[in-house]
């Protein structure tokens, strides 16, 4: 149970001020989720490039071992970020390199990979976690936020949404599935590998799975609602898109606002009362079982 | 309303605590009949639970379960309101300049709720007695097992209107995207016109025809089980 | 005719199409509706019977019966409520609704409890102002329906009970198709009256812990903090769901097992959703005290209460207090063999009669019909009551001085044993004269 927000900009004049709008959107979001919090944010692109955003277990291990490990493939030192620190490398290595750190640096969780994703999420109050990361300070061209209340899964920094399964793939989720086991088994079974017990994973999961068959965002949206049951509002961030699906009874909130500058997301709307050129948006609460899509031109 | 006359509170400075307290004292009606809240920044749980024919503007956004439980009181929302705005009202007049979300005037036992704007899903859920009149549209599930009261909408009205609706009165004037079980269109009677005229006059809708309206109600196949409908369940 | 095997065997009958199946499908065959009915899961099932206490010896040693004090005062609800619900002794009254029950089986069980110092509760169809004036302590359900609800009640209430299920038919509500609506109750819920009831499942302006949270805030304001809060759910994930509770803000949880009794549902859903009551205690202690909380957030625990010796055992799980709703009925008189010809006429016999939904209790329980209603005196009931809540409290107190406790809180899980491995396993106590506790005890699954 939790708090959602989200972004996507549409004018590019606004991209260095993601951070700036997305965390008093997320902040408003603590009492809804006072356990955790998350956000992904899609910054600008580098030619054959994979960003790995990764966070450390503990306090005491040092990213200089990924950076050993990275050796060559690195483009320069790592972004460091709280606990937090973004890799920029090859991405002809990218595989091998994520291989390696899941086999070999345990002290460290991958949170996100992709060329333009990063993935910033910790224990704690949202106004606590984003001041550890500085979140103010980022930009890019659209974010998702979400602070959590731990339901049927540890309160840990895995169990901390956005959950990515794919390059450049991201899910956040408020509600509950009610068939998330056997969805996991059918995954598993396709060699879908798991780093939580969390629903919200399997929904994540199956997204990723769904696009990399073939389908588009929306195509994968659409067999979602067949095929996921529960209560659930997904936002849903792609390398060029922002997505918002709710199950067909829509009981777990959601609110919308557009502007010519931003498409914007929130469990309530006073997530979004500090936008700029809210009072002339067009608010609206997105209808259930409807799939909406953003996207940024290639 | 007499805005000198008006006591301020500033939910910048002042606790929710604080102010819900006062408006619950027991004499509030005599020694502040009118409030003027400012920088509700969306505060749940706002004016809840007032028992006094006192008159309240808030100057702006409010969250879930404003004017909740609502008796006697005049509380105006200048901005929008959340989930449940109105909820188990029972007398008094709720006015949301803005939208309202999810389940406003839900469960409603009587009293005015108009929303000048939108309301979302499950408008009027469970209502018993409650009158709501929405300017814009409603969502999907409106008036969910309504059971007594009216709803008027002047805009549209989405999927699964009146669902398992009981004996609440619907009227809508726009498109309506679906019917939910167990409601049916019904024709349009005099007493419903001047019904729709009241209350369309008394929330200030000029300009808005009652004869433009349709009436919805049970169809009452669900009040006594047969086998042959058990699908409709 | 000489059957083909010789000499004649005994009917053998199947222990899985028995007699109650082949009568049920028959039943369904002929009227294409499911049965409904009150009293909750008859079926057996793991319960206090397969628990013992473990008295004193020489490691232990017991208290006076009579001189030296088993303590039995329990408070609820001063997480945060400023006049919290105290009560003398730890067994409450369950909700049931005036509409199940008559006006004067409600205000038996109000003069019964308050005798003896403890709470009773309302139920799906609000206050009555009878049982308001019957009851020193009542504490008043808001339910899905809101039948009833209004603020005024609310404020009259010394406890609030936020009910997101019950024992015999968690995550259930729907049509109770035949649970016909009286004139009195159609009334008090602003139903038409004769009509098929049906119960929404969930609530109209919540959903999920973190909705909860905000309700439970609005509640307080109403009541301007003052009014203790619970939430009741029925025992299915006593672990997930006691811990949401808790973190929504609730001064108590109320966890309902499967024993449970009811009004009316579907006998479909009392006999196979749920868990049985002393499964679900230990994962709802686990989990308050994972967040420190134990004590502080009480538990209160129902679903077939019955003895003294189940209120001990409930305590010696970690519940603060027990609930009865089945048990206070039958001690005002229901099912009482003084009406047996009353219920063969009605196809059926004392201690079976579970067709509450009908409204034609012989012993003026579970009706409105007034001829029948007025069978039962509510003062006598109400002294049949208290005198049943006293000796509950007499046998609690036996036992727990039996096993050392000044207090019958004191009693602790390791004061147990059981007789089954069932019982091992759901009560996480050693099967008795080992120290085995089957299958694994700890509930956070954490991460992968």
């Known amino acids: ?298 | 309303m007499r805005t000198a006359d008006a006591a301020i509170a500033d939910l910048d400075v002042m606790p929710l605590r604080e102010l819900n307290a006062a408006f619950h004292a027991p004499d509030v009606a005599a020694i502040a009949p009118v409030w003027r809240v400012k920088n509700p920044h969306g505060a749940h749980a706002l004016a809840c639970g007032i028992d006094a024919p006192i008159a309240i503007d808030i100057d702006g956004h409010v969250g879930y379960y404003c004017a909740g439980m609502n008796q006697q009181a005049t509380v105006h929302i200048h901005g929008n309101a959340g989930t449940g705005v109105a909820e188990n009202m029972a007398s008094g007049t709720v006015i949301v300049d803005g939208d309202a979300s999810q389940s406003a005037g839900a469960s409603g036992l009587g009293g005015l709720l108009h929303v000048r704007g939108s309301a979302a899903a499950r408008c009027g859920i469970s209502m018993k007695g409650i009158d709501v009149v929405v300017r814009g549209d409603v969502g999907h599930l409106a008036a969910f097992m309504g059971q007594a009261g009216t709803l008027i909408v002047c805009g549209d009205a989405g999927e699964g209107l009146g669902d398992s609706l009981y004996e609440a009165r619907l009227f809508v004037r726009g498109r309506v995207a679906s019917l939910g079980a167990d409601c049916i269109e019904k024709p349009l009677r005099e007493g419903d016109r001047a019904t729709l005229a009241a209350l369309l006059e008394r929330c200030g809708e000029h300009g808005v025809d009652p004869a433009d309206f349709r009436r919805y109600g049970s169809a009452r196949r669900l009040y006594h089980f047969h086998v042959d409908h058990a699908g409709a369940y | 005719m000489a059957s083909a095997r010789g000499s004649a065997l005994p009917p053998v009958f199947s222990a899985t199409f028995d007699e109650f199946s082949l009568a049920e499908i028959r039943r369904a065959a002929a009227t294409g509706v499911y049965d409904i009915r009150g009293m909750g899961a008859k079926r057996r099932l793991p319960h206090f019977d397969d628990l013992l206490l473990l008295g004193a010896s020489i490691s232990r040693y017991p208290l006076e019966g009579y001189r030296e004090k088993c303590d039995t005062r329990v408070t609820i609800g001063a997480r945060f409520a400023s006049k919290p619900i105290e009560l003398a002794i730890p067994i409450t009254i369950a909700g049931m609704s005036f509409g199940a029950l008559s006006a004067q089986a409600k205000e038996a069980l109000g003069r019964g409890a308050s005798a003896m110092g403890t709470s009773t509760t309302t139920g799906d169809g609000g206050m009555t102002a009878e049982e308001r004036r019957h009851s020193t302590q009542l504490v008043y359900q808001v339910l899905p329906s809101r039948y009833g609800l209004n603020a005024d009640d609310l404020r009259r209430a010394d406890a609030i009970e936020i009910v997101v299920g019950q024992g015999a038919k968690p995550g259930g509500g729907g049509m109770l198709l035949g649970q016909k609506i009286d004139e009195r109750v159609a009334a008090m819920r602003t139903l038409p009256a004769g009509i098929d009831q049906r119960s929404a499942c969930r609530h109209p302006d919540w959903t999920g812990p973190d909705d909860l949270a905000i309700k439970i805030l609005e509640l307080r304001e109403i009541t301007d903090w003052r009014t203790p809060i619970y939430v009741k759910v029925g025992a299915s994930r006593p672990y997930y769901d006691t811990a949401l509770a808790a973190k929504s803000g609730a001064d108590a949880v109320v966890i309902d097992g499967m024993q449970g009794g009811t009004a009316a549902t579907q006998t479909t859903f009392i006999e196979n959703v749920g868990l049985p009551t002393i499964a679900a205690i230990r994962p709802a202690v686990a989990a308050l005290e994972e967040l420190g909380l134990y004590r502080t957030v009480q538990l209160i625990v129902s679903g077939g209460i019955r003895s003294g010796a189940d209120v001990a055992k409930a305590l010696a799980l970690g519940a603060d207090a027990v609930s009865i709703g089945t048990a206070a009925l039958v001690a005002l008189g229901d099912n009482d063999p003084a009406y047996e010809a009353e219920y063969a006429a009605l196809g059926t016999t004392a201690g079976a009669y579970d067709a509450w939904h009908e409204g034609r209790d012989p012993a003026g329980i579970t009706t409105q019909d007034p001829v029948l209603a007025a069978r039962l005196d509510p003062v006598a009931a109400g002294k049949r009551l208290a005198n049943y809540l006293s000796v509950l409290t007499l046998e609690t107190q036996a036992l727990a001085r039996a096993c050392g406790k000044s207090h019958v809180n004191h009693l602790e899980p390791e004061d147990l044993v059981a007789l089954t491995v069932e019982a091992a396993a759901m009560a996480r106590v050693p099967l008795a004269g080992t120290d085995w506790i089957p299958g694994n005890p700890t509930m956070a699954r954490g991460d992968a």
């Open chain 1, 1 to 298: 149970m939790c708090g959602i927000v989200g972004l996507f900009l549409k004018d590019r004049g606004l991209e260095p001020d993601l951070g700036r709008y997305l965390v008093p959107m997320l902040t408003s979001m603590a009492a809804r989720g006072p356990d955790s919090a998350g956000v992904a944010v899609y910054g600008p692109p580098a030619a054959a490039t994979v960003k790995i955003t990764l966070a450390r277990r503990t306090p005491e291990a040092t990213f200089d071992a990924v950076a050993a490990l990275a050796g060559e493939t690195a483009h320069g030192a790592p972004v460091v970020r709280g606990d937090h620190a973004v890799f920029a490398i090859d991405a002809a290595a990218a595989d091998e390199i994520l291989a390696r750190i899941r086999a070999e640096l345990p002290a460290f969780d991958v949170t996100a990979a992709g060329n333009r994703i990063e993935i910033y999420k910790d224990v704690g109050t949202p106004a606590e976690v984003a001041g550890k990361l500085d979140l103010v300070a980022v930009g890019g061209t659209h974010a998702i936020g979400h602070t959590r209340m731990a339901t049927e899964s540890a309160v840990t920094v895995n169990g901390a949404h956005p959950f990515s399964t794919g390059r450049d793939q991201c899910l956040v989720h408020n509600g509950s599935l009610s068939n998330h086991h056997s969805l996991r088994r059918r995954l598993a079974h396709d060699g879908v590998r798991f780093a939580t017990d969390n629903d919200s994973e399997v929904a994540a999961a199956y997204l990723s799975r769904q696009m990399a068959n073939g389908r588009d965002l929306r195509g994968a949206l659409e067999a979602a609602l067949a095929d996921l049951d529960g209560f659930y509002t997904f936002v849903v961030g792609t390398e060029r898109g922002f997505a918002v699906l709710r199950d067909p009874v829509a009981c777990k909130p959601a609110v919308m606002a557009e502007t010519d500058a931003y498409v914007a997301f929130g469990s309530e709307y006073r997530a979004l009362a500090a936008l700029p050129g809210i009072a002339a948006a067009r608010v609206w609460e997105p209808a259930p079982a409807t799939v909406y899509v953003w996207e940024h031109a290639a």
